[in-house]
């Protein structure tokens, strides 16, 4: 089952598309409110590289990374490098099915892009800072 969190009602049709191609039920969700608990749940997540990035890195999903703004690709590249994500060229569909397959083919792939992610963003950087500021 996939389910896709979008921030446009615009992009439903092209995901309900993209998914009957691929033989997988949808489920839709505009403006998700819970995504700290969606991410825990998940087995991976395909996302636009903007801040989410650093979210899905600290729970640990496995992600393919599109970027839509010139200022993403240093986040796809970063997350890349680091072993979390892969890049997602454009989301035609033959490419997120070759993407996916890449992903999916390696054995313990996601598991190793879950600690990846993880080692990444700790979730720890917020205490760090309050630390530096009360050592002055």
Known sequence: DIIAVIGKPDQ?????????????????RIGETKMATLMAEIDFAISAAGSTVWE??????????L?????????????????????LPSVELDCVKAVLSTMLNGR????????????L??????????????KG
């Open 12 to 28: 439903f049709e092209r995901l309900e598309l993209l998914t009957k191609t691929m033989g997988h039920s949808l489920e839709i």
């Open 56 to 65: 899905l890195c600290c729970m640990g999903v496995p992600m393919m990374l």
């Open 67 to 87: 970027a839509e703004e010139i200022n993403q690709q240093a986040v796809v590249q970063q997350a890349e490098a680091a072993g979390a994500a892969v890049r």
């Open 108 to 119: 313990g792939r996601l598991e190793v892009m879950s600690r990846a992610g993880q080692d």
């Open 121 to 134: 963003v700790d979730g720890q950087g917020a205490l760090r800072i309050a630390d530096l500021l009360l």
